[in-house]
């Protein structure tokens, strides 16, 4: 660690880590409901929206950490207020905690959730973006405050990158796309078209670019890849990225009453949307084989991960249900929930980890760490997951039979699911919690321990590309 205030990065880490806890835990829960529907007091309704707002959150604070790092790294300059960063981060911790309680008040309660000035006080209703208009105010404030901090540690320093450029440009973009979901109009299709541009342009355009950007960091970081290298390949990916993601959107257009010519525009450019995704695998690939130094292979093996299952997740599985001969019967299955597990898993959960177990170390001045359990935390994760999703996109095959062919009605479909499809879910979001525990575990020990006596060094010299 270079920076005294690169520690901040620690706090937010710390608070990611304990809501992907909750976030799988709820998860399971959610799970088990759809096996015994009173599994549990809060009722389905209020477990999906604390584990989908628990997922938003703790990539949201991994990566605004990931940036308390990167910044001050890439200026080469202490942040601009480390005051700030803490004043930002208890701010959002203790908004997102009353956010959470008021769900869970209102799981108890439903008419506790009232009209106050003219707004909802617990939750506003809109799927995946449930919180309330104050928590929401809050919440640009937060990110604000984080984009200012991080904006003039840039221009204090004068010394401006790619990397940080691009990183900082993503999550302008993330704080701008917040917004659309802020407003209503009377139009239900104007709503959701809006909506979409949260929903959307967050996951598969905002956090693409700075998962771009924090990809060329990694490389950097833990290979010894020239810069402007590193930064040509990061360029290309976020333009490609951009310009598949934008239009991609459209493929959610033509089921909220738009024109047609929608399904096919967001169809064309979702079947491209892999092609970046297919070039940061090919940049991690090209990195880690021409370049010999790896100065920490357990963050190597989970950013060239991150690539790889960015690719597979939210490149492939989006595809094979968005092109529009198939999305015109698999829109809202159960695949796109397989698609979204997975891409979510592949593009942002392995970034954030990735992040963590790259910079961590540095931050607790130990480069040689205990790796075994980082590894094993990733094969039970992503073993797990791959089931999840492998039963997740059975069921959506059987659901699109029986709805979009047979005819029969949703609720007739639900009743009468294979019931092995959900366990399998279950038993495999068991595993999953298994593989985040030993993550946990590890994360709260990660540089308090020595090495394994007699492992591998996590700084290791590869075989040099011919």
Do not use: C
């Not at 997922?55 to 991994?62: I, P, Q």
């Not at 984080?146 to 401006?160: A, I, P």
């Not at 139009?187 to 905002?206: P, R, T």
């Amino acid at each position: 660690m270079k920076y005294k205030s690169q520690k901040i990065a620690e706090y937010f880490y710390t608070f990611a880590v304990l809501l992907f806890l909750v976030q799988v835990v709820v998860g399971i829960i959610a799970a088990l409901q759809f096996i015994w529907p009173d599994f549990f007091p809060l009722k389905f309704n209020i477990i999906r929206d604390l584990h989908i707002n628990a997922l938003v959150v703790w990539l949201l604070m991994g990566l605004m950490g990931a940036t308390y790092f990167v910044v001050p790294e890439e200026a080469q300059s202490e942040l601009w207020s480390l005051p700030l960063a803490y004043f930002q981060f208890w701010a959002t911790v203790v908004t997102v905690t009353l956010v959470v309680l008021g769900y869970i008040w209102m799981g108890f309660n439903p008419h506790a959730n009232k009209f106050v000035f003219g707004t909802l006080l617990l939750n506003e209703g809109r799927e995946y973006i449930e919180a309330p208009r104050w928590a929401d105010i809050l919440i640009v404030v937060s990110v604000l405050l984080f984009l200012l901090n991080n904006f003039m540690t840039m221009y204090k320093s004068k010394r401006w990158t790619g990397i940080q450029g691009t990183l900082l440009g993503g999550l302008t973009f993330l704080a701008l796309m917040y917004l659309p979901g802020m407003f209503y109009t009377k139009s239900m299709v104007k709503d959701q078209f809006w909506w979409w541009w949260v929903v959307h342009l967050w996951v598969e355009g905002a956090w693409e670019v700075i998962a771009g950007a924090l990809l060329a960091f990694m490389l950097l970081k833990v290979t010894n890849a020239p810069r402007h290298v590193l930064e040509r390949w990061m360029y290309i990916e976020v333009a490609l990225v951009l310009f598949t993601g934008i239009l991609g959107t459209g493929h959610h257009y033509y089921w909220i009453g738009t024109p047609k010519y929608w399904l096919w525009i967001g169809g064309i450019f979702s079947s491209l949307e892999p092609v970046p995704l297919l070039v940061m695998v090919w940049d991690a690939f090209r990195t880690t084989r021409v370049h010999r130094v790896v100065t920490n292979r357990l963050g190597l093996f989970y950013a060239v991960a991150h690539a790889v299952f960015n690719f597979v997740g939210a490149g492939l599985w989006g595809v094979i249900h968005t092109v529009p001969m198939a999305n015109k019967w698999t829109h809202g299955t159960q695949i796109t929930t397989a698609h979204g597990h997975l891409a979510f898993y592949g593009a942002y959960v392995l970034l954030v980890i990735s992040m963590i177990y790259i910079t961590l170390p540095l931050i607790r001045e130990r480069t040689d760490f205990r790796t075994s359990r980082g590894y094993t935390s990733f094969w039970v994760m992503t073993i797990s997951m791959i089931f999840i999703v492998l039963s997740l996109t059975g069921a959506g095959m059987v659901q699109t039979y029986m709805e979009r062919l047979v005819g029969l009605d949703y609720v007739t479909v639900k009743a009468n699911y294979n019931l092995v499809f959900w366990i399998v879910r279950a038993i495999s979001g068991v595993g999953f919690l298994v593989g985040v525990l030993i993550f946990v575990v590890d994360y709260f020990k990660l540089g308090h321990e020595p090495a394994e006596v007699g492992a591998k060094s996590n700084v290791s010299v590869t075989t040099h590309a011919a």
